[in-house]
């Protein structure tokens, strides 16, 4: 059963923006917080940001701080929640699959991820 579905990534050129979106079960994830996290190409998957349930605290990789912004809607549907990553001044060093998760990410529930490629 797919608990979580990413979507948003693509081609951009360095210092351009990508908004990711996830759509996690309601079920799975009510009163979780959730997180993002990315793997390279040869590298370990590495943890982006994280948000709490509801909203107010918010967290980030040392690479990413003031870069990107997480935020999350709770109440968009009966069905799911939704998780947003915006990206701004991307990098090619941010080139990766990037996952949504719950915060600590359960082995379960890792989906397809979504690529992000930055061409410099």
């Known amino acids: 059963q797919v608990h979580v579905v990413e979507s948003g990534g693509g081609l951009v050129q360095a210092g351009g923006s990508l908004r990711l979106s996830c759509a996690a079960s309601g079920r799975t994830f009510s009163g979780f917080d959730m997180g993002w996290f990315r793997q390279a190409p040869g590298k370990e998957r590495e943890f982006v940001a994280g948000?709490?349930?509801?909203?107010?605290?918010?967290?980030?990789?040392?690479s990413v701080k003031g870069r990107f912004t997480i935020s999350r809607d709770n109440f968009k549907n009966s069905d799911y929640l939704y998780v947003y990553l915006q990206m701004n001044s991307l990098t090619p060093e941010d080139t990766a699959v990037y996952y949504c998760?719950?915060?600590?990410?359960?082995?379960?529930?890792w989906g397809q991820g979504t690529q992000v490629t930055v061409s410099a």
């Open positions: 948000i709490s349930w509801s909203g107010g605290s918010t967290y980030y990789g040392g």
């Open positions: 998760n719950g915060n600590p990410p359960r082995t379960e529930d």
